[in-house]
């Protein structure tokens, strides 16, 4: 049966660094990074844009779940509502599959340091930090990184997928 590893967190946790390193681990596997369907200039978050981007999400994911070629898909976005979740997933065409889900987490110190030390804007920074309540609030499995390496935060997420 195919294998959905969804991967959620707020922007800078280090989604895009497990996400590549675990590609790299599992065979017969395929990373899809929600950001790459949603990149543009200027970034604008409305209907349209939004509705762009889960369409463009949920082909790819559909393409990967119905090839042969692939036996998990590793798919990494910030998704902080349920709605996000629940609307991605019904938009799946039916195909059996298992999902996991991991949000991966800081506290917001580390969070806040990881950010500054990856450039980000202070603005970025203070929405991240905001939103961090709401990743609680999901029904995923939630990895506490504050403290881990990536080798650390991927032994753990293997002992949940594997």
């Not at 996400?19 to 990074?33: F, G, I, K, N």
């Not at 976005?77 to 709605?83: F, G, I, N």
Request: net charge neutral; hydrophobic share 40%.
């Amino acid at each position: 049966m195919k294998e959905l590893i969804i991967i959620n967190g707020p922007p800078g946790i280090g989604k895009s660094t497990i996400s590549s390193r675990l590609l790299q681990m599992l065979e017969d596997s395929v990373w899809l990074d929600g950001d790459w369907c949603w990149m543009m200039n200027p970034w604008v978050v409305n209907e349209e844009t939004k509705e762009i981007a889960l369409k463009n999400i949920t082909f790819c994911l559909n393409i990967f779940l119905k090839s042969k070629s692939y036996k998990r898909i590793i798919f990494s976005w910030v998704m902080h509502k349920k709605e996000i979740f629940d609307d991605v997933l019904s938009r799946l065409d039916g195909i059996p599959f298992k999902k996991h889900m991991i949000t991966l987490m800081a506290s917001p110190e580390a969070l806040e340091n990881r950010m500054k030390a990856g450039g980000r804007k202070e603005e970025k920074i203070k929405s991240a930090l905001k939103s961090l309540p709401l990743y609680h609030e999901l029904n995923t499995t939630i990895i506490d990184t504050s403290n881990k390496s990536v080798d650390e935060t991927l032994e753990i997420l293997l002992e949940l997928i594997v």
